[in-house]
């Protein structure tokens, strides 16, 4: 079962096309209200600093949000970037989830699929990236 986090980011990641097609299948024909946006909008950037763990603003990122109405039930998404119609589609997969439609049910072996090819392609990342760690030492670490 794929948690709404889990969604969000597999929606981040997912290509436009992909999404689009995931989400005609998993409302099953039902229309989609729109009842907020897609609309653009500026979105404060939270971090949390890693020696005080003190949260500061880092600054302004460009979003997208929408929101949906599917068969009764509301779906929400927030999507960096300008991407309207992504965010739109986020949004109908979201109140499909939320909803427990049999067609989300459907499509969540390809998201599940997505996620752990993102995953495989993090770790690769990952490995390529220990392969260029370099360990210094110098003469006064060494008793002569």
């Known amino acids: 079962m794929i948690g709404k986090i889990t969604l969000s980011r597999i929606c981040a990641y997912a290509g436009g096309a992909l999404l689009r097609s995931l989400a005609e299948k998993a ?3 039902r229309e989609a209200v729109l009842l907020k946006g897609p609309e653009k909008t500026m979105v404060l950037l939270q971090v949390r ?3 005080r763990r003190s949260r500061f603003y880092l600054g302004e990122v460009l979003a997208a949000h929408c929101v949906v109405e599917l068969g009764g039930v509301r779906g929400v998404a927030v999507m960096m970037g300008d991407d309207l119609e992504k965010t739109r589609d986020a949004a109908i997969l979201d109140a499909a989830h939320s909803g427990g439609f049999p067609g989300f049910t459907l499509v969540e072996g390809e998201l599940l699929a997505l ?3 993102r995953q495989r392609e993090l770790a690769q ?3 390529e ?3 260029t760690r370099v360990s210094f030492q110098s003469l006064e670490d060494k008793e002569l």
Do not use: D
């Open 115 to 117: 996620e752990e090819q």
């Open 129 to 131: 990236i220990r392969k």
């Open 49 to 51: 600093e890693p020696v």
């Open 125 to 127: 990342e990952a490995a």
């Open 27 to 29: 409302a099953e024909g």
